[in-house]
């Protein structure tokens, strides 16, 4: 029995989030969350590569600041550790475009690659050699000596194989060994690859955010007859807010005024508009489509959805699967195992041979390709663009290793109240079986009903309502605990209710015919039985096609309820559930999830109720229907904010492609790296293949990892 925590830091200790601006690597984010996970003033620490977030658990926060900028900074010098809300506040402030973000990168790499050229093309005319050499070395300056300056730095704080010294050492060994133009031309592809492999993780970045991120900067404020802007942080719980067709709801409240139909697929997936009027409840980050809703607001903005789900991504970000945390420890063994090959390579061969040129050369190559940063970013990019991908469509998966498990699963169990049925009970059928007719079958029963609070005596009111049927209140009620009512009216007794209540009044039952599919509530005037009306909890709208589709995934279905058998059959029936147990006590779910476990493989449980957290907890990945407890939404792994069935289906559909993105990630970037590898070896490679295995490669699975976004699920 597991259940997966939302992230790895430990409860009851105070947690302090920052964020690390110029973050650019993969493998240092690794590094650094290692020092500080050794401080002994730290109790645990996470960063999240994809967010450049960093949150530290400890009850000595004052005082950490200094020392997260020492280790940061000693491992990626330009690191600045900003606190969150800080460099959220810095963020609005500095918009900017794509040019002036990456100015001095672009004028830089565009100087180099003119000298370069300049360069190939006097050594082609045969210029003096002192001429075409002098504007190589220029070339390199501009484009290589930052670099070099970065790996320098390193050095002196103990820090020897990144990705700065590599390329530093292979360069400048070029020179020595008089290959100019190499020497330049890898340094160029190198600057080159970083530049577009930075582009694109952080456009991978803005992607998944900007999707999850819905939260408002302002809110137009009612006071009485004006309405002014105010920043959505101040907005306080009771204060009355506009919003005109168009605007997204920026605060979760209720509808105190106006009339509308509002979009909620933004929050829920959902695509159908919802109808709002005064008194319902709205949630942050839909939006509204038609009319002017004047909102009460019922939570400030930290507490409401659109925060909710951006502080679920993020955290979910932070929660690292079991192939991340593999990839950063063999990342850390492979490089020192690289660089030894690499010393070797150019020792050993060079005293058999003589010939230092070229195994030095190759020698370099290796320690180019030895750069990790392709394998440390491959994973949790894949699994970031999972997450994103799930919130788009209203799934909330808590963390990296839900997906991770949720993509094993062989079967999914299923809750039947309000999570493959709506929750709430419904006329179906009316069956009378004398004189009178289905509407006067069903007037009586409402009339008799029409103090009841029981949600089948509500069932039966509403169906009297749509019908617009007239209602009469009879002269004297008498409810029977467990059995019905005996109601009087002027023209007679109607009795209504379950067979019990007829068998005590001696009422003759020979034409009731039991039916299965639902709560029967039989009818009888002045003792003489009438007919009878079935009530059932309505079946969601996707029930049938979802659970069809988990059939064709090769999953089996199984639902554990608390209901009568009776109707737990005839819903497992209608849907095509494979195995029912009904009539369960919260720990006979368990015993029988184990039992299912089992008998066919890793099981998701998907359900709503309070009864059902111990069960969430207990599954391979628990999920939770967000209509549901929220005792079930706190112990499930994932959320699924439509309550549809068939988001059971998408979100295994994401987890699936999310592992597979990611292992073709680790494959595609070990496999480069070892062929261009065996190439170099055998004097096939060149440093300029080199540097693709490591920047191109971590370019295209970062590429690869945004397909997930926008793959059809």
Excluded at 198 to 212: H, K, L, N, P, T
Excluded at 411 to 426: I, L, P, Q, R, S
Aim: with cysteine; glycine share 8%; charged share 20%.
């Amino acid at each position: 029995m597991e259940h997966h925590k939302t992230h790895d830091l430990p409860a009851g200790v105070a947690q302090k989030a920052y964020i690390l601006e110029n973050l650019g690597c993969a493998n240092c984010a690794a590094k650094m969350e290692r020092k500080i996970n050794a401080l002994p003033e730290v109790e645990a620490a996470v960063i999240t590569f994809a967010t450049k977030k960093l949150v530290v658990a400890s009850d000595r926060q004052e005082q950490l600041l200094p020392m997260l900028q020492k280790i940061c900074g000693s491992i990626e010098s330009e690191v600045i550790v900003v606190p969150h809300k800080a460099a959220e506040k810095k963020e609005k402030q500095e918009k900017k475009g794509f040019y002036a973000a990456n100015r001095s990168d672009i004028l830089g790499i565009g100087f180099g690659a003119a000298l370069f050229a300049a360069g190939i093309v006097m050594k082609n005319i045969e210029a003096a050699v002192y001429a075409h050499q002098t504007v190589f070395v220029l070339a390199y300056l501009i484009l290589g000596l930052e670099i070099v300056w970065k790996a320098f730095k390193n050095l002196k704080n103990g820090r020897v194989f990144d990705e700065n010294f590599l390329m530093s050492v292979a360069t400048i060994a070029a020179f020595a060994i008089g290959d100019f133009a190499e020497a330049v031309g890898v340094m160029l592809f190198y600057r080159v690859g970083e530049f577009f492999e930075d582009a694109a993780v952080e456009r991978s970045r803005s992607q998944i955010m900007e999707a999850v991120d819905l939260r408002p900067e302002v809110v137009n404020l009612v006071e009485g007859e004006d309405v002014r802007e105010l920043p959505a942080g101040e907005a306080k719980a009771g204060d009355v807010i506009m919003i005109r067709p168009g605007d997204r709801i920026p605060l979760d409240g209720t509808v105190t005024d106006g009339e509308s139909r509002i979009d909620t697929s933004p929050v829920t997936g959902e695509p159908v508009p919802v109808r709002v009027c005064p008194g319902m409840e709205v949630i942050s980050g839909c939006v509204n489509e038609q009319g002017v809703l004047k909102v009460r607001v019922s939570k400030p903005l930290s507490e409401s959805m659109v925060t909710r789900i951006l502080d679920s991504v993020e955290n979910a970000a932070a929660s690292k699967p079991k192939i991340d945390r593999f990839i950063t420890r063999f990342a850390r063994t492979y490089t020192p195992v690289v660089v030894g090959a690499a010393v070797f390579t150019a020792v050993v061969p060079s005293v058999i041979s003589g010939n230092w040129n070229h195994w030095i050369y190759t020698a370099i190559t290796f320690l180019v390709i030895s750069c990790p940063c392709a394998l440390v970013l491959s994973v949790p990019l894949a699994f970031f663009s999972g997450i994103g991908a799930g919130s788009k469509k209203g799934i909330l998966f808590k963390g990296g290793l839900a997906i991770e498990a949720l993509k094993d699963i062989k079967t999914v169990v299923m809750d039947k109240t309000g999570t493959v049925t709506k929750g709430n009970f419904a006329v179906e059928r009316i069956v009378p079986v004398c004189r009178l007719t289905e509407k006067q079958i069903l007037t009586m029963a409402a009339d008799c009903e029409l103090d009841s609070t029981h949600p089948i005596g509500h069932s039966i009111l509403e169906e009297a309502k749509k019908r617009s049927l007239e209602l009469v209140r009879p002269k004297e009620v008498q409810e029977i605990s467990g059995k019905g009512i005996k109601a009087v009216f002027p023209e007679g007794t109607v009795l209504c209710g379950n067979r019990a209540l007829m068998e005590a009044e001696s009422v003759d039952l020979k034409h009731f015919c039991e039916d299965g599919g639902g709560t029967e509530v039989l009818v009888a005037v002045d003792g003489e039985f009438a007919g009878y009306l079935i009530i059932s909890d309505m079946l969601k709208e996707d029930a049938v096609q979802a659970v069809n589709h988990m059939k064709r995934e090769g999953l089996f279905t199984a639902m554990l309820t608390g209901d009568a058998s009776q109707n737990a059959y005839a819903v497992a029936d209608r849907i095509g559930i494979d195995e029912v147990h009904a009539q369960l006590m919260p720990q006979e779910k368990l015993s029988h999830l184990q039992d299912i476990r089992r008998n066919h493989g890793a099981v998701m449980f998907v359900g709503d109720g309070i009864n059902d957290a111990p069960v969430l907890a207990g599954a391979d990945v628990g999920a939770a229907m967000g209509s549901g407890a929220d005792a079930a939404i706190e112990a499930a792994d994932v959320v699924f904010m439509t309550s549809s069935v068939q988001a059971i289906v998408d979100a295994v559909s994401i987890a699936k492609s999310t592992g597979r993105v990611a292992m073709q990630n680790v494959v595609f970037a070990l496999g480069i790296k070892l062929l261009v590898m065996v190439l170099g070896f055998a004097g096939f490679a060149n440093m300029w293949m080199a540097v693709f295995a490591d920047t191109g490669v971590a370019m295209l699975c970062v590429l690869n990892s945004i397909r997930i976004l926008y793959k059809k699920h």
